[in-house]
């Protein structure tokens, strides 16, 4: 490794310790509690306590991580904002492209998350409280089908709607799960997630990937005219492939991780939306016999 090369990554990380005692990285909020005393003291079903309470405590714990990962990145884009553009670069690909790549992914992983840990939940919840709820939930093997059905993302989100609709609580819950990983988000970040997870995505900062595009596209052909001109017609019936010049421009890394904080927002919200509607939903399951003797 060059002399100089590492002189500019320790300088740069010097400068990013102290990036780290500003105020003004984002986001500013508190990392989430490990407050889950709620959840204790329940008739739960079978070991229903347990499976909520680890799910709860992971999903905290990737909320955590999410958090601190942003706050690292944004001292990061500020260091490389004070830098020459080579150095930028250097720093960019040493400390953080890995956290852009991490976060960027996030808001798509943690909504299916979600949907896993709150269908988990309810599920567990409703056979605390209703005897004549069947543990049963769609894509799990039957005598007829002996392994798991792999449901879609869509399906397996369906599925949460229908158990969710048992408690009418849950209705601001299912709101802000819907506002996670939208459209919006995706057009903002160039798609970059479901290109990066299946085929070439944009790259991070600088450079074009992908600079010739294929097409399969309704088949022209030039019809001679009276006048001796010549009209270029569509050919009924018949496609063929069309290369091109195109190409993905780079995400710029301070676009993405505004795009990406207000992901981290609206899934922390969604957290806390699922902390009230868990809490209002283990409030009617009865309490445990030693617990009503305590009390």
Known sequence: MQPEYVVLLKDGFEQYLKCLDSDNL???TELLPFDFDFLKGRKWHAMGEWMVSSDLRELTNLLNGWSWTLVSWHAWNNVMATNSDNAAWEISIEFVESKAHECLLKPSSIRDTFTSVVTNALHQARLSVDGSYEDHLEGDPTPERLK???LSRKQKEKRLFRLASFWPESREF???LEKINTERYTRATYNYRNLNS????PSLGR????????AVVPADELVPMSDGTFKLVTVPGKMVPSYGFGGLPPLDLE???IANLEQYELARACYLEYRRLLESVVSQIPMAESAESDA
Do not use: F, K, M, V
């Open 26 to 28: 984002q986001p500013s």
């Open 255 to 257: 676009q993405g991780r």
């Open 207 to 214: 450079g074009y990937t992908r600079p010739i595009t294929r």
């Open 174 to 176: 299912l709101d802000a």
């Open 198 to 201: 299946h085929t070439i995505g």
């Open 148 to 150: 798991p059905l792999n």
